[in-house]
């Protein structure tokens, strides 16, 4: 049985299914819900999200059936239909779909259907059941997936060898998505692939549209995105492999040589890349030689995230770094498989750093964890404390940095803290990025 | 107006209550001549757009009290929006009140596919306890939403049943989303809240050695004394000038109920007057503070422009019968912002401004901006009452000044701001990048840092209009680098032609 969360680092359902519709492009979403639904889940995406804005339709322009106490007790079908018409005359876009909130499911409207009618008269449209309790935002993306996937992409014959899906990156829910996906293209596209990411910069629908052409699909996650893979393979017959989200030289090499055995590409090439890249990141990196040894910029980590980032950025921290992220507390809803999946990601570092792995929902419960790992002092003269300290997280965790007396940078949803516009934390750019955000902050009273 | 509503576990909504309507495009003139007709309340949208819900601005209150957990009642994404988007900022600002507090925490109780048929209650009664047992605050929030009101949880009977097992005071809060479309209707809900569980009668406690003289003391200061009722949509800054001028008539001032702590409500009938900033806010709470304590209230303006501040303050004097010193306050506080203001008048003159928001404030704030020279040309209101009849009546030139009621809607303003091309739009957040991105230069028409009320209110408001003024090239260059989701012909058409019903029906 599920229980409450202490702040939650995510929406629901239909959150997710918000927040991937409408960072599609062209696309109108439709929510089939209770008036405040729409407004709520944008105060939340755009705040969380280091200030997204509304996009091309996202925001209060959302067309919304806005039903209310009369179609709740008389059912809301007829006001969905209505509010479908006049949306094709007022909204311009090339998709719309329809989503829908908790009250409607419960009374029983059938949205489906009545979207269904719009579509067989020729209109791209499409729905799905996205009422928030089905789950978190992470749901709403793979639900949203899964139905795109199944009805928008159409059923391709040949292959395109050179092409790839690349998604795993939730929209919003990884704050720094856009400039990630542009990271995955360019390392993939160094290896010789084309790769639709369908939600990244200068991707159209077509791409979504055509997707089934694609050799391989890609999830770089091993949470997020899966089902929708399972969803796209019965259908278009694309395999797919899930590789984990790599930040920095050590887990960007993992997911190159894993997404090159893939992809049946040869060793030699995957070598030269990871070589020209790791020149690349070192020729920078190396600038900080002096100023980390002469002032001893090792720190103490403790990371708060999902399921993506925290495994990458212990790694990135312990492996590339010589950090010691010695606690790392992953926020996410998951299953004890996925649990002992995501736990096997910080065995065996080359640098013998074992992080304590805590699974937990509750922000409150953040500063309890760090009080367990280092006991608090109880008056002894010599007292091995968390400092120097770092703590990686969410905007949340200005509490506990501030408990702690730790620097703190937000990486994790919700970011309200920082503005994000192409920032990436992917692959080996992206660690450079990460690497000048963390020290610019250790630096940054000099 | 009767107020005997707390008696109910629920309050009621706006639309039941005052009649309060969300949906009309016109003329001002029109307007007026609608609702005296009794109209207005079957005119619907046959397109909408999504808005917010009396939920969001519950929280909006809720999270200011210090000292509290609050808890959303329903599925995860309940309350993120007021939550992830305030948490911060909520922090920083009680502790300009209080620089211990501990800012907003707030649990989501994560009702599921299983709860929707089993009931949620359970939940709730753990997430009370827990937030009791770790937590340890003053107060615990309950804010309901739509799914358990549907499944039948009864929260009341959760609290009723908890309350004896915890330290914190337990407030339920109803503010069901899809019961009323009045966003304002939260205010009653939340005040409903606070009328039946936050306050709660001080133990009379004798002091052993009170003197007569410290008892007389005691009903003095109390009978010199006006609980301000603020919102929070304003600033700390708004707040202070508003105690300085109260104190400049020798009088002491407390504010309720925003950024309050939970044990500062017992205490909130230690006060001759209650005064509210805003109608759209506080009848329902002023009309149930008379009934229950016999304080008396004054409802009539919210002290924004020179004329609604000078107004503000002399109701106040008339209640205390210091009219005269009132009034010299009133003519030194004037003569020095006229003076002040000579520069911005000059640069503002002639300006169009079309203003979007509550109902109170955007009155105000356009007599604000005619004061400074400028032309009013249009308005959006987010609900209309009777509160508002007397201020749309004098509005100048009301047979042509546009007016819409709804909240957001961005399709009707695009296509409205489009054919009035006005020079300033002043705009409440959520309507204000689709403004941006015509290339209208944008003036937030309320912010919870920056001062708008009273005579300082007046000045600074001048100033950052004119410094927003002096260079628009943000705005104007998204205009030419973005696209609006709408049709080329929707601009074409009337902006009010998805509204049906009125007169007709």
């Excluded at chain 2, 609290?159 to 009653?188: L, R, W």
Aim: with cysteine; glycine share 8%.
């Amino acid at each position: 049985m599920s229980k409450f969360i202490d702040r939650p680092r995510y929406l629901c359902a239909l959150g997710g299914a918000i927040a991937t519709l409408s960072n599609l492009p062209r696309t109108i979403p439709i929510i089939h819900a209770a008036a405040g639904c729409g407004g709520n889940i944008f105060a939340a995406l755009n705040g969380g999200s280091g200030y997204i804005g509304s996009g091309y339709c996202g925001g209060q322009a959302l067309p919304s059936s806005n039903v209310g106490e009369k179609d709740i007790v008389f059912g809301g079908e007829e006001r969905l239909e209505e509010e479908i018409e006049n949306t094709l005359k007022i909204m311009d876009g090339d998709l719309y779909f329809v989503t829908t909130g908790c009250m409607v499911e419960m009374i029983g409207d059938d949205a489906i259907s009545v979207a269904r009618r719009f579509k067989d008269k020729g209109t791209p449209i499409f729905a799905a059941d996205t009422g928030g309790f089905h789950g978190n935002s992470f749901k709403g993306y793979e639900i949203v997936l899964k139905t795109l996937f199944a009805e928008y992409v159409t059923k391709k014959t040949g292959k395109k060898a050179d092409t790839v899906n690349l998604w795993g990156i939730v929209p919003i829910q990884d704050v720094f998505w856009k400039g990630n996906l542009t990271v995955f293209k360019k390392l993939l596209g160094e290896l010789g692939f084309h790769v639709n990411t369908f939600f990244g910069e200068g991707e159209t629908l077509d791409n979504l549209k055509n997707a089934g052409e694609a050799t391989l699909n890609i999830v770089a996650s091993e949470t997020f995105g899966i089902e929708a893979a399972q969803v796209f393979q019965e259908v278009h017959g694309v395999p797919f492999v899930s590789i984990p989200f790599p930040i920095g030289p050590h887990g960007t090499e993992e997911f190159l040589r894993q997404a090159g055995v893939a992809l049946k590409v040869t060793d030699r090439k995957i070598e030269n890349v990871i070589k020209k890249e790791k020149t690349h990141y070192y020729d920078y990196i190396q600038r900080l030689a002096e100023i980390y040894n002469d002032i001893d910029l090792q720190r103490y980590a403790v990371i708060v995230g999902d399921s993506n980032y925290s495994p990458a950025l212990s790694q990135f921290l312990a492996e590339d770094m010589g950090w010691l992220p010695e606690l790392v507390i992953i926020t996410d809803i998951l299953s004890d498989e996925q649990k002992t999946l995501v736990s096997k990601r910080f065995a065996n570092y080359s640098s013998k750093v074992k992080p304590e792995i805590v699974f937990d929902t509750d922000t409150s419960n953040v500063k309890k964890h760090i009080n367990r790992h280092w006991p608090e002092n109880h008056g002894q003269r010599y007292y091995d404390a968390f400092s120097p300290a770092f703590i990686v997280g969410s905007a949340f965790e200005r509490d506990a940095a501030e408990k702690f007396g730790a620097p703190h940078l937000s990486v994790t949803y919700p970011i309200s803290n920082r503005v994000v516009l192409d920032r990436a934390y992917a692959g080996y750019s992206g660690a450079l990025s990460l690497t000048e955000d963390i020290f610019s902050l250790l630096v940054g009273n000099r | 107006m009767e107020y005997d509503y707390i008696k109910e576990k629920t309050p009621p909504v706006r639309e039941d209550r005052l009649g309060s309507c969300g949906v009309f495009g016109g003329t001002c003139c029109g307007l007026s001549n609608q609702s005296q007709k009794g109209c207005l309340n079957t005119l619907k949208r046959t397109f909408s757009q999504t808005q917010g819900c009396q939920l969001n601005l519950s929280l909006a209150i809720l999270n200011t009290i210090r000292d509290s957990v609050i808890i959303v009642h329903g599925p995860l994404g309940c309350g993120g929006g007021s939550s992830i988007f305030s948490a911060g900022l909520t922090r920083n600002l009680q502790r300009m009140r209080d620089p211990g507090a501990s800012g907003l925490v707030w649990i989501n109780t994560n009702l599921d596919e299983t709860d929707v048929i089993k009931g949620g209650e359970q939940k709730l009664k753990e997430a009370i306890l827990y937030a009791d047992r770790e937590l340890r605050p003053s107060s615990i929030i309950i804010v309901n939403s739509c799914v358990p009101a549907l499944i039948g949880d009864d929260i009341d009977a959760i609290v009723a049943e908890v309350q004896p097992e915890v330290n914190a005071k337990v407030m339920p809060v109803h503010c069901e989303g899809f019961k009323t479309k009045i966003m304002a209707s939260a205010y009653d809900s939340v005040y409903h809240g606070i009328l039946r569980h936050m306050i709660r009668e001080p133990d009379e406690t004798t002091r052993v050695n009170e003197t007569d003289l410290e008892k007389m003391k005691v009903k003095y200061r109390i009978s010199r004394t006006v609980n301000v009722f603020n919102v929070s949509s304003m600033s700390r800054t708004d707040e202070t000038e508003l105690a300085r001028i109260i104190k400049g008539l020798d009088l002491n001032v407390n504010f309720f109920p925003c950024y309050a702590h939970p044990n500062d409500f017992d205490r909130i009938n230690e006060a001759a007057l209650n005064v509210s900033i805003c109608a759209t806010h506080d009848d329902y709470f002023s009309g149930h503070l008379k009934e229950k304590y016999g304080i008396p209230f004054i409802i009539d303006t919210i002290p924004i422009g020179i004329k609604n501040t000078n107004r503000w303050i002399l109701e106040i004097a008339k209640f205390f019968e210091i009219e005269e010193s009132a009034e010299k306050l009133i003519a030194t506080e004037t003569r020095a912002l006229e003076e002040a203001l000579v520069p911005y008048r000059q640069a503002l003159t002639g300006k169009r401004v079309f203003l979007t928001g509550g109902e109170i404030r955007i009155f105000a704030t356009a007599n604000l901006f005619e004061n400074l020279g400028m032309k009013v040309i249009g308005f959006k209101s987010y609900h209309y009452d009777h509160f508002v009849d007397g201020l749309l009546d004098n509005v100048t030139d009301k047979e042509n000044v546009s007016i819409s009621v709804g909240v957001g809607q961005p399709f009707e303003q695009v296509n409205v701001i489009n054919k009035l091309k006005p020079d300033i739009f002043v705009g409440h957040s959520g309507t204000n990048g689709v403004a941006a991105k015509q290339g209208i230069p944008v003036f937030p028409i309320f912010g919870q840092t920056a001062n708008y009320m009273g005579y300082s209110g007046v000045f600074e408001v001048a100033r950052r209009l004119n410094r927003i003024l002096k260079n628009p090239s943000f705005n104007r260059n998204l205009s030419e680098n973005t696209e609006l989701p709408y049709f080329k012909d929707w601009f074409e058409k009337d902006a009010f032609s998805y509204i049906a019903g009125g007169q007709d029906v």
